[in-house]
């Protein structure tokens, strides 16, 4: 079993002010497989101490010093990458072949845009002949990330603010310690001045919530449930800090009747990836009524023969859902909906010959409406929801009825209509025909998905302030 205490501040690894062990579940078999500490107040203070005080040179140093930290730190990511593939494989549950594609190529995918979205970045510039404009890194930043997607996030707040010249204090989710832990060495290992970058372990009510009403820290960036996000700006207010927040999604997939044909299929691959805990899942699949019964049979299908197993074993498959808290939640909301909407694959408990690990069968309700809890509320596991359309703008009106805005999808051959819905639907970012989006493309959403954007440009952008200084000679 793996011994991770301490926490990395000030450019060294520390012991916990107060001993609070916190032991690290294996979700593939219910075992733990790490302990780590939960930290103090105290470990708090200290990790935004150090922050503040690194914060003036760090914010004064050259874009072409800083670069050549993050160059350095994206070699150590991918010299080290199996280490960290491993670690997240074992923390929350993502197949091994998986978890060093996706989950470890995510980090690095966003390491390298940020690298690009940097190059011709100017923090200055001329407003009139005698004013000009700077961007400045707005100061001690607070990241607390989620265990979903480990790297991917972790990258998309800490590069950015670094790259700015803000200093941070990492939170990584305690459920799924060890990528962050892990992304610790890797900063040290890079050669970041002390204090630019710190970590503290520890849950919401402690370390969570000491950060956003820590005076000392000028900005939460926070990706996870929109209860949280609530809470968080809650406890920022009173300090007036920025809050940037990525929260849940609901996510409508439009199958027009003129889509590929095989576009259920892959509407339903798509919500089981990661075994449907990704925030821009499209767990809502809205159909034609003249393809409709055939999508039904197809998302069925792929359910059926989705393998579920171990994130040790090799091959394509889903793994099991991160913690019991969460298997017993997404329980729960299969139980409502199948009072609710009828039940064509999967349902309650675990998939035939898995009796221990939190593995959850792939399910799909049929004849669901937009005000069933099935259609409503975030469900974070393998778990589809197909509703019928008969025009345009019913699609427009259903994909809309939500409190959510994250990502929404449309599937047509028509390119004008394609073009007409996507401007209609109200999300931060809308896909279509599977396309996927660019590196450095803007992630976030409207209304209860959040308020910020993440990568490239407009993710270096979430950590600067702007200030206008008059009687600046043109140069």
Same mark, same amino acid.
């Given at each position: 079993m793996l011994e991770k205490r301490d926490f990395?501040?000030?450019?060294?690894?520390?012991?916990?002010?107060?001993?609070? %062990?916190?032991? +690290?579940? %294996?979700?593939?078999?219910? @075992?733990?497989?790490?302990?780590?500490?939960?930290?103090?107040?105290?470990?708090?203070?200290?990790?935004?101490?150090?922050?503040?005080?690194?914060f003036d040179s760090w914010s004064q140093t050259s874009k072409a010093e800083r670069t050549k930290l993050l160059k350095r730190l994206l070699?150590?990511?991918?010299?080290?990458? @199996?280490e960290m593939a491993q670690a997240m494989s074992m923390e929350m549950g993502a197949p091994i072949e998986m978890s060093r594609t996706s989950q470890v190529g995510a980090g690095s995918w966003h390491l390298e845009g940020f690298l690009e979205a940097f190059e011709n970045f100017s923090f200055e510039s001329d407003f009139t002949a005698t004013e000009?404009?700077?961007? @400045?890194?707005?100061? +001690?930043?607070?990241?607390?990330?989620?265990?979903?997607?480990?790297?991917?996030?972790?990258?998309?707040k800490a590069v950015p603010a670094m790259a700015t010249g803000c200093t941070a204090i990492l939170k990584p989710s305690e459920i799924a310690p060890l990528s962050g832990l892990l992304f610790a060495e890797y900063v040290d290992q890079a050669g970041f001045p002390a204090g630019v970058f710190n970590l503290v372990n520890?849950?919401?009510?402690?370390?969570?919530?000491?950060?956003?009403?820590?005076?000392?820290?000028?900005? +939460?960036? &926070?990706?996870?449930?929109?209860?949280?996000?609530?809470?968080i700006s809650k406890a920022a207010a009173e300090t007036l800090k920025r809050v940037s927040l @990525?929260?849940?999604?609901?996510?409508?997939?439009?199958? &027009?009747?003129?889509?590929?044909?095989k576009a259920a299929k892959m509407g339903a691959v798509r919500c089981f990836r990661n075994t449907g805990q990704s925030c821009n899942a499209p767990t809502r699949m809205l159909v034609h009524k003249s393809r409709y019964d055939e999508a039904v049979e197809m998302a069925a299908e792929v359910a059926r023969t989705t393998h579920v197993g171990p994130a040790s074993e090799p091959g394509q498959h889903i793994?099991?859902?991160?913690s019991e808290a969460q298997f017993n939640k997404i329980q729960k909301l299969i139980e409502i909906g199948m009072g609710e909407a009828r039940l064509v694959a999967g349902g309650l408990g675990r998939p035939d010959g898995l009796n221990r690990g939190y593995f959850v069968k792939p399910t799909v309700f049929a004849d669901v409406n937009n005000q069933m809890t099935i259609a409503r509320e975030e469900v974070f596991g393998p778990v589809l929801a197909i509703m019928p359309f008969e025009t345009e703008e019913e699609a427009i009106a259903i994909a809309n009825d939500t409190p959510y805005g994250l990502t929404n999808y449309i599937q047509t051959e028509d390119t004008e209509k394609r073009r007409r819905v996507a401007r209609r639907l109200r999300s931060g970012m809308v896909e279509t025909n599977g396309q996927g989006f660019a590196k450095g493309s803007p992630f976030g959403g409207y209304k209860q998905s959040g308020n910020g954007r993440e990568g490239g440009i407009f993710g270096l952008e979430e950590f600067l302030e702007v200030k206008a200084v008059s009687g600046w000679a043109a140069e």
């Open positions: 990395y501040i000030n450019g060294r690894w520390v012991a916990p002010a107060k001993p609070n %062990d916190y032991a +690290v579940i %294996d979700p593939s078999t219910e @075992e733990q497989c790490a302990v780590i500490s939960l930290g103090d107040k105290a470990d708090t203070d200290a990790a935004v101490a150090a922050a503040k005080a690194a070699e150590v990511y991918n010299d080290r990458a @199996e000009k404009t700077l961007r @400045e890194p707005i100061g +001690v930043c607070a990241l607390i990330t989620p265990w979903n997607w480990p790297m991917n996030q972790i990258i998309l520890g849950d919401g009510a402690g370390v969570g919530s000491q950060l956003s009403q820590h005076p000392d820290v000028d900005m +939460v960036s &926070f990706t996870g449930s929109t209860r949280a996000g609530i809470a @990525e929260l849940g999604g609901k996510g409508a997939n439009i199958i &027009f009747e003129d889509a590929h044909p793994g099991p859902v991160v």
